[in-house]
T-cell receptor, first 114, second 113 residues
Framework: DTGVSQDPRHKITKRGQNVTFRCDPI?????LYWYRQTLGQGPEFLTY????????KSRLLSDRFSAERPKGSFSTLEIQRTEQGDSAMYLC????????????FGPGTRLTVT | EDQVTQSPEALRLQEGESSSLNCSYT??????LFWYRQDPGKGPEFLFT???AGEEKEKERLKATLTKKESFLHITAPKPEDSATYLC??????????????FGSGTRLQVQP
């Protein structure tokens, strides 16, 4: 069990550019989640996958955000036409229902939009 | 809409000085209440899940309790390495189909030697 991994750990981009983040969940975890966290706040839910199906999306997830989990393993989160307000820590978590469904988080990707 | 409020926002303790953190919640049917620890620049680290009122769980110097409206995280004789932000989150019942966690803003704990 190597834990949830995320890549890159840090990303600096200019406003208007597109960015993509990757998340590799704990092996055998069939559920994967994306959250966003800004300084001094708790994580805010963005979206959730069970296997390859995207089952839940937050109203926070604007049209500029898209997430995929093509084979039910790793996931990508893409932000198009980034804005300064997108600057945040993007966290990925995974869980397995039969283990009580506790969500285990990765280290996060820190996005800075200049 | 599910809501979680944590208090205090920040807490400074001397080493060995026990205290409690509070998490008040409203949720449309609780499946579970979760406590996490988060160190600066890192992802949240899972601590406990509580499922029903009256339940208690312990891990080293930490004990979490749950009532129908709130949860407490008791820290007994804390050490400097317990310094972190402690996050509380709730998850709605399975039959809602929702798996999202709703988090509070956290309590920043500093334990001084």
């Amino acid at each position: 069990d190597t834990g949830v991994s995320q890549d890159p750990r840090h990303k600096i981009t200019k406003r208007g550019q597109n960015v993509t983040f990757r998340c590799d969940p704990i092996s055998e975890h069939n559920r994967l989640y994306w959250y966003r966290q800004t300084l001094g706040q708790g994580p805010e839910f963005l979206t959730y996958f069970q296997n390859e199906a995207q089952l839940e999306k937050s109203r926070l997830l604007s049209d500029r955000f898209s997430a995929e989990r093509p084979k039910g393993s790793f996931s990508t989160l893409e932000i198009q036409r980034t804005e300064q307000g997108d600057s945040a820590m993007y966290l990925c978590a995974s869980s397995r229902a039969r283990d009580g469904d506790e969500q285990y988080f990765g280290p996060g990707t820190r996005l800075t939009v200049t | 809409e599910d809501q979680v409020t944590q208090s205090p926002e920040a807490l400074r303790l001397q080493e060995g000085e026990s205290s409690s953190l509070n998490c008040s919640y409203t949720v449309s049917g609780l499946r579970g209440l979760f406590w996490y620890r988060q160190d600066p620049g890192k992802g949240p680290e899972f601590l406990f899940t509580l499922y029903s009122a009256g339940e208690e769980k312990e891990k080293e110097r930490l004990k979490a309790t749950l009532t129908k409206k709130e949860s407490f995280l008791h820290i007994t004789a804390p050490k400097p390495e317990d310094s972190a932000t402690y996050l509380c989150a709730v998850q709605a019942r399975k039959d809602t189909g929702r798996r999202a966690l709703t988090f509070g803003s956290g309590t920043r704990l500093q334990v001084q030697p």
